[in-house]
Nanobody
């Protein structure tokens, strides 16, 4: 089992930046994919970005390309999401998740992500 704790959320004006962190503990050796998802109340959760643990491959949703960057520090078992040029439509609860499948980083299939954090709220005002 892997425990995930997100941090770094908050309120920011449009055009601003935030960096989210997700610290993992527990049985992290089998993690091959780390990802960020987000959810707006009343809407389905959507994929944001992912990174393969043992490689440099990253995948981003079209809505965040060029603005958000996912990165990782495997020595610290931490994954980050740098969010720049934030827009009001980026307002959501952001969740990190891990999968034992590196292919999950491509498909973002939620059923393949066994571990989820509790989420951190990001609010962007216009």
């Amino acid at each position: 089992q892997v425990q995930l704790v997100e941090s770094g959320g908050g309120s920011v004006q449009a055009g601003g930046s935030l960096r989210l962190s997700c610290a993992a503990s527990g049985n992290t050796d089998s993690t091959n994919c780390k990802a960020w998802f987000r959810q707006i109340p009343g809407k389905e959760r959507e994929a944001v970005a992912s990174v393969v643990t043992n490689g440099a491959a990253t995948y981003d949703a079209d809505s965040v390309k060029g603005r958000f960057t996912i990165s990782q520090d495997n020595a610290k078992n931490t994954v980050y999401l740098q969010m720049n040029s934030l827009k009001p439509e980026d307002t959501a609860m952001y969740y990190c998740a891990t999968s034992t499948s590196s292919y999950a980083c491509v498909t973002f299939r939620e059923a393949d992500f066994a571990n989820w954090g509790q989420g951190t709220q990001v609010t962007v005002s216009s």
